[in-house]
């Protein structure tokens, strides 16, 4: 079995690090450099950086911060928010990511995925789905929380691993910074229906919640952010204890 990924994700609001709840409510949470260098020296399988507002702006991603982040760290670097075109992922590569994740403009314009994976290949492209409770399931929402879709999560996610996403940053917006645990219900049932790795995130509070995240879930990956930024565990804490339960992780 592939190992499990602990992923640490920089919320970005006017160049500083941010965590609220369910999307509202943002606090500081210190200088980005400082905290991704940290999170290296932690040894986090990967980085997540979502310039939170850019969509909402219409502006493009903090090119210069993503430079000045990847120039300090050694782990895959991931990033989204404002990505318009092929010509900002492009950007944002050169720039040090890895990968890119792309959310409102993808529901836009769907094939904006199948272009940009053709383009750079569907290992670089990270579908991110906002999604929030609904009467019938799930809805996609874009512009970083504010705007409902109509869009039901769970066949966008069948539809963007057909177009040709590589992976699903997959956010509940019910669970996002409460510390109540993962959305289980809807990370199981969107990792059993697409043929591509799942990041889940939102809820995040104790060891346990990973551990009921890979154990009860097909995801691949859990994405953490309140918990780590304000030192309640570190990324090789919540790693020694998924090993500890029969999690495979890398340490």
């Given at each position: 079995?592939?190992?499990?990924?602990?992923?640490?994700c920089?919320?970005?609001k006017?160049?500083r690090v941010?965590?609220?709840?369910?999307f509202?409510?943002?606090?500081?949470?210190?200088?980005?450099?400082?905290?991704?260098?940290?999170?290296?020296?932690q040894?986090?399988?990967?980085?997540?950086?979502?310039?939170?507002?850019?969509?909402v702006q219409k502006?493009?991603t903090?090119?210069?911060l993503?430079?000045?982040?990847?120039?300090?760290?050694f782990?895959?670097?991931?990033?989204g928010?404002?990505?318009?075109d092929?010509?900002?992922?492009?950007?944002?590569l050169?720039?040090?990511?890895e990968?890119?994740?792309?959310n409102?403009q993808?529901?836009?314009?769907?094939?904006?995925?199948r272009?940009?994976s053709?383009?750079?290949?569907?290992?670089?492209?990270?579908?991110?789905?906002?999604?929030?409770k609904?009467?019938?399931?799930?809805e996609?929402?874009i512009n970083?929380?504010?705007?409902?879709?109509?869009?039901?999560?769970?066949?966008?996610?069948?539809?963007?691993?057909?177009l040709?996403?590589?992976?699903i940053?997959?956010?509940?917006?019910?669970?996002?910074g409460?510390k109540?645990?993962?959305?289980l219900?809807?990370?199981?049932?969107?990792?059993?229906?697409?043929?591509i790795?799942?990041?889940a995130s939102?809820?995040?509070?104790?060891?346990?919640?990973?551990?009921?995240?890979?154990a009860?879930?097909?995801?691949?990956?859990?994405l953490?952010?309140?918990?780590?930024?304000?030192?309640t565990y570190?990324?090789?804490?919540v790693?020694?204890?998924?090993?500890?339960r029969?999690?495979p992780?890398?340490?």
């Amino acid at each position: 079995m592939l190992a499990k990924r602990i992923i640490p994700c920089l919320d970005i609001k006017d160049g500083r690090v941010v965590k609220g709840v369910k999307f509202l409510g943002l606090k500081d949470a210190g200088d980005p450099v400082e905290v991704a260098k940290l999170y290296d020296n932690q040894q986090a399988d990967e980085l997540v950086f979502l310039d939170i507002t850019a969509s909402v702006q219409k502006r493009k991603t903090l090119v210069d911060l993503v430079e000045r982040i990847a120039e300090n760290i050694f782990m895959p670097f991931t990033v989204g928010g404002g990505v318009g075109d092929l010509a900002d992922i492009r950007n944002l590569l050169n720039a040090g990511a890895e990968k890119i994740s792309i959310n409102t403009q993808a529901v836009r314009f769907p094939e904006l995925i199948r272009d940009a994976s053709g383009k750079f290949g569907s290992q670089c492209i990270v579908l991110a789905i906002d999604a929030k409770k609904n009467e019938k399931g799930w809805e996609v929402y874009i512009n970083g929380g504010r705007t409902p879709t109509g869009i039901d999560a769970l066949e966008w996610a069948k539809r963007g691993a057909e177009l040709g996403a590589g992976e699903i940053l997959l956010t509940s917006m019910d669970y996002d910074g409460t510390k109540d645990g993962y959305d289980l219900e809807l990370t199981k049932a969107i990792s059993s229906s697409v043929g591509i790795p799942v990041i889940a995130s939102g809820g995040a509070g104790t060891l346990a919640h990973f551990y009921d995240c890979f154990a009860k879930t097909g995801a691949d990956a859990a994405l953490a952010a309140s918990l780590f930024h304000y030192g309640t565990y570190s990324v090789k804490q919540v790693k020694e204890y998924l090993k500890e339960r029969g999690i495979p992780v890398r340490l």
